[in-house]
């Protein structure tokens, strides 16, 4: 599997995430800065975490018009696997390519900690390593992670399975306490409808090694190198 990692300005999970992504294929993936115009032929394509354009105006709203950003929505049209990972996450709402927003956290406070998500499916790329129900603990780091859709929009969304994780308790119990930042039905990941896109508030980067504490996030990438092979 080939990947890619963009990079823009202030991202600053672009290194984990490579790391992770080395790990997994046996290859260092490219590193792509925004202002390119093309992207590599590549199997998948990362939006890492940050802060992109220092979150000004909105987060992800300046860097979906970086030059970058057309050919990876083109490629992602084409069936490209896109994976965007927190700020990725808001840039891919952002450019169109997953429904929905994020907004500030409920709490209005940046939250740091490791959470609890439940596998809403394993029918996916990105999460066939992992078994539907099953709960996994990753780090979140964000101030704007509370995900919000409309009632039509996230109906459509249980009706074709596009949500890929909630927030959870331990024993995988979806609750108001389990949820960090407010976001509605407990999402913390969703799909486009064809499941070739997925844009998640937790970092499976950073618990992807033993030495980093955890690897409840290794299968994640794993499972798209197997499948992308």
Not at 73 to 79: E, F, L, N, S, T
């Amino acid at each position: 599997m080939k990947a890619a990692v963009v990079v823009f300005p202030a991202s600053n999970c672009d290194r984990d995430v490579a790391v992770a992504l080395e790990q997994s294929t046996g290859q260092a993936p490219a590193m792509v800065w925004h202002r390119d115009s093309e992207v590599p032929d590549v199997d998948l394509i990362v939006l890492p975490g940050g802060f992109s354009y220092g979150d000004y105006l909105r987060c992800g709203a300046m860097a979906c018009h970086s030059p970058i950003m057309r050919d990876v929505v083109d490629r992602a049209r084409r069936g490209v696997r896109v994976l965007g990972i927190c700020n990725g996450f808001q840039i891919l709402a952002e450019a169109g390519l997953l429904p929905g927003v994020l907004m500030r956290n409920a709490g209005i406070r940046f939250i740091c900690r490791d959470v609890h998500l439940r596998v809403e499916t394993a029918d996916s790329d990105f999460t066939g390593r992992y078994a539907a129900g099953q709960v996994v603990r990753i780090p979140v780091a964000h101030h704007d992670g509370n995900y919000f859709a409309d009632a039509d929009t996230q109906a459509r969304l249980e009706d074709n399975g596009q949500v890929a994780f909630r927030y959870s308790d331990e024993t995988g119990d979806v609750t108001d306490d389990a949820n960090p930042n407010g976001s509605v039905g407990g999402i913390a990941g969703v799909f486009n409808e064809g499941r070739t896109v997925l844009g998640m508030m937790p970092h499976p980067e950073r618990l992807a090694d033993p030495a980093l504490g955890g690897t409840d996030g290794r299968p994640m990438f794993d499972g798209l190198a197997a499948a992308l092979d």
